[in-house]
């Protein structure tokens, strides 16, 4: 009989503050995996002096006792994973990379942003980091996966093959196919810098889940933007929710123990795509500015908007949450109201789920009172009775518990119920 491992999701269109649980339970767990996306995601955390940013790495890398995993699910950029790893020092033996997870080359990069740049308006607003093409390439079955790396020339071989197939498209989109020689010279830095840390991860997770040890699931963007489940095609092209764990890492789903997912209690969304609940007068530019509302990884500002309780019900049961982690709090402080999205208007009918077409959904709203102060607040008590009535509404309205409720960036100012 195995042990089980958590789960940590996001629930709105990523950006959700996953990062403060993330390090906060790192440090008390063993193992940290990821299973899904790529550096499109990312965060930075502080330790005393230092910044970090991680963007593939798991987050328990800051915990020295703790084994990190990327796993099959992910699609990795060698180059940028090289360059995070700098930041660290002796990582041998507690970071690892599944040998089945899909390479990001720098042409799949090169597609993305030809791609988006030809789709005009109607462009997704990717990362431009290149994780369509890699997961396009996947699917298609002529992707590469990490293992390959071992024999790098057959590898070079392969993607000149690629390469030589896919010419006219190449073409079509103005790029240059890379050289042979410079192609080699790159798998080659490539090898000689992660081939220690490549192995099966799917056994050395299972290994560790029958030892007992204590295993973290750390989910990447959000549940908005699952392939899936979220906004098609507004969204990335992997597996954002609880099932993309079990396939993104070779686990199934008796496995998997308590989620947590993490939501905001407000919204944001970078790139386009549908967003009901979005404001686009004063509040809205209440939140990006009080909440620091630009992107990690390409630094654009965030689209802002009201918590909407359909979407987050979607989410609560897509996942299976166990307990909603509800973030920035305190960038609601001193509203004198603040609204929630309880309900869609859709083709002259209120309804209460996400539908097919969420761009032509209009938002219904419940207008909550506001509260001068829950910045800081450590324990639920201390809330503000407003506080504490809003999230007791949002339990109700998604049908799940608010466990966890952070009222500043400090790890400390965390509410646990
Ligand atoms: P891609 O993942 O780069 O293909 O981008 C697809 C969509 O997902 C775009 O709207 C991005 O802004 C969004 N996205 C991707 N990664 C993240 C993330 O980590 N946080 C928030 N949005 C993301």
Known sequence: MSNRARLIVGLQWGDEGKGKIVDHMAQTHDYVCRFAGGHNAGHTIVVGQRKYALHLIPSGVLNPDAVNIVGNGVV?????????????????????????????????????????????????????????????????????????????????????????????????????????????????????????????????????????KRVLLEGAQGTML?????????????????????????????????????????????????????????????????????????????????????????????????RVALMKLDVLDGLDEIKVCTAYRFQGEEIDYVPYDLESVEPIYTVFRGWKKSEGAREFDELPEEARDYIAALEEMIGCKIGIVSTSPEREDTIVR
């Open 76 to 212: 990795l950029s060698p180059a940028d994973f090289i360059e995070e790893m700098k930041q660290f020092d002796n990582l041998e033996g507690r970071l690892f990379v599944s040998d089945r997870a899909h390479l990001l080359l720098p042409y799949h990069a090169l597609i993305d942003r030809a791609r988006e740049k030809l789709k005009g308006d109607k462009a997704i607003g990717t990362t431009g980091k290149g994780i369509g093409p890699a997961y396009g390439d996947k699917v298609a079955r002529v992707g590469h996966r990490v293992g390959e790396l071992h024999d790098t020339k057959k590898l070079c071989d392969r993607i000149m093959e690629h390469f030589e197939m896919n010419a006219p498209i190449f073409e079509v989109m103005g790029l240059e196919i890379p050289r042979k020689e410079a192609l080699q010279k790159e798998l080659d830095a490539y090898k000689a810098s992660l081939e220690p840390y490549i192995t099966n991860t799917t056994l050395l997770i299972r290994k560790a889940l029958c030892e007992g």
């Open 226 to 322: 699952d392939i899936d489940h979220g906004t098609y095609p507004y969204v990335t092209s992997s597996t954002t929710v609880s099932a993309g764990a079990c396939s993104g890492l070779g686990l199934n789903h008796k496995d998997i123990g308590e989620v947590t997912g993490i939501a905001k209690a407000y919204c944001t969304r970078v790139g386009n795509g549908p967003f009901p609940s979005e404001d686009f007068g004063e509040d809205g530019e209440r939140l990006r500015k009080r909440g620091h509302e630009y992107g990690t990884t390409t630094g654009r500002p965030r689209r802002c908007g009201w918590f909407d309780a359909v979407a987050m019900k979607h989410a609560v049961q897509i996942n299976g949450v166990d």
